[in-house]
């Protein structure tokens, strides 16, 4: 008996000692994360430029690619109900945000859409220009989603990732700061009340400069037909009473009607006397 145990040990042990351990790492199958260890998300995002007109670099490619996966949106779920990120501190440290989830809030100013020909494999854009109340600022939202339509001037919150700090020019010339995220078209509504009172300020303000532009313009033209209306029919029947004797007496030729066109009350009277001595002596 003692043999059989000694003789199924030496089979077992050798065979248990060769067969390696199973590494519970695994390699990844699907797209690749935006965890800071990543070795390629770090390669790209290092090359990445601050302070740039243009955001056409690897790592923003690489963010639009990889945004909507599942392990993504959880992030982006998760962080959207953070407090928002103050874009000055993402200005003065852009490095110590990029590639993570942030929140920002601000109004909408302008949407578009848009495709890379470079990289149809990212189908329509949409980007958004957010400014933010009580600076100058301008965050650019990039979603690879459609978001819902809103109308201008609307207050929005987006959650993305943070990908650089960029320089932006306004269509009259002048320059300005802002940041860049991307995100899967994770947009909702903000929850601060210094966003909505001053979309609700800055919509009220618009309409009332365009209804004083309306009302000034409507005056402006009531007083140009007013002033025209009391200058023209002055004018037009004093020339009248001007030319109309003079007419009358250089059509007919008689000189009977010579003391209508006179002024000279001495000339009228001695007319009238002539006319009247005439009259009497046949």
Request: net charge positive; glycine share 8%.
């Given at each position: 008996?003692?043999?059989?145990?000694?003789?199924?040990?030496?089979?077992?042990?050798?065979?248990?000692?060769?067969?390696?351990?199973?590494?519970?790492?695994?390699?990844?199958?699907?797209?690749?994360?935006?965890?800071?260890?990543?070795?390629?998300?770090?390669?790209?995002?290092?090359?990445?430029?601050?302070?740039?007109?243009?955001?056409?670099?690897?790592?923003?490619?690489?963010?639009?690619?990889?945004?909507?996966?599942?392990?993504?949106?959880?992030e982006l779920l998760a962080a959207s109900s953070a407090s928002p990120t103050p874009v000055r501190q993402m200005l003065e440290r852009p490095a110590d945000f990029r590639g993570l989830p942030v929140v920002v809030e601000g109004i909408?100013?302008?949407?578009?859409?848009?495709?890379?020909?470079?990289?149809?494999?990212?189908?329509?854009?949409?980007?958004?220009?957010l400014s933010v109340p009580g600076s100058r600022a301008i965050v650019t939202v990039v979603c690879t989603e459609r978001p819902a339509v809103v109308?201008?001037?609307?207050?929005?919150?987006?959650?993305?990732?943070?990908?650089?700090?960029?320089?932006?020019?306004?269509?009259?010339?002048?320059?300005?700061?802002?940041?860049?995220?991307?995100?899967?078209?994770?947009?909702?509504?903000?929850?601060?009340?210094?966003?909505?009172?001053?979309?609700?300020?800055?919509?009220?303000?618009?309409?009332?400069?365009?209804?004083?532009?309306?009302?000034?313009?409507?005056?402006?033209?009531?007083?140009?037909?007013?002033?025209?209306?009391?200058?023209?029919?002055?004018?037009?029947?004093?020339?009248?009473?001007?030319?109309?004797?003079?007419?009358?007496?250089?059509?007919?030729?008689?000189?009977?009607?010579?003391?209508?066109?006179?002024?000279?009350?001495?000339?009228?009277?001695?007319?009238?006397?002539?006319?009247?001595?005439?009259?009497?002596?046949?």
């Open positions: 008996m003692k043999r059989w145990i000694l003789l199924g040990s030496a089979i077992v042990i050798p065979a248990s000692c060769g067969a390696p351990p199973v590494s519970p790492v695994q390699e990844w199958s699907g797209p690749v994360r935006s965890e800071p260890d990543n070795a390629m998300a770090r390669g790209l995002f290092d090359q990445v430029v601050d302070g740039t007109f243009s955001f056409d670099e690897e790592g923003f490619y690489w963010l639009c690619a990889n945004v909507s996966t599942n392990s993504a949106r959880r909408l100013r302008s949407r578009e859409e848009y495709e890379i020909h470079d990289r149809p494999e990212l189908g329509r854009l949409t980007q958004l220009e109308s201008p001037d609307a207050p929005l919150r987006a959650t993305g990732y943070f990908l650089k700090s960029r320089q932006f020019r306004t269509t009259d010339g002048q320059s300005g700061a802002g940041v860049v995220l991307v995100t899967n078209g994770m947009i909702s509504t903000p929850t601060s009340r210094e966003i909505v009172s001053s979309s609700r300020e800055y919509s009220l303000g618009s309409i009332r400069t365009e209804w004083l532009v309306a009302w000034i313009a409507v005056f402006a033209v009531i007083w140009l037909f007013v002033r025209r209306r009391l200058r023209d029919p002055i004018g037009a029947r004093n020339a009248s009473r001007m030319r109309m004797p003079r007419r009358v007496h250089e059509g007919t030729g008689d000189s009977d009607f010579a003391w209508m066109t006179t002024t000279d009350p001495k000339a009228k009277e001695r007319s009238s006397r002539g006319k009247t001595g005439s009259e009497s002596n046949p």
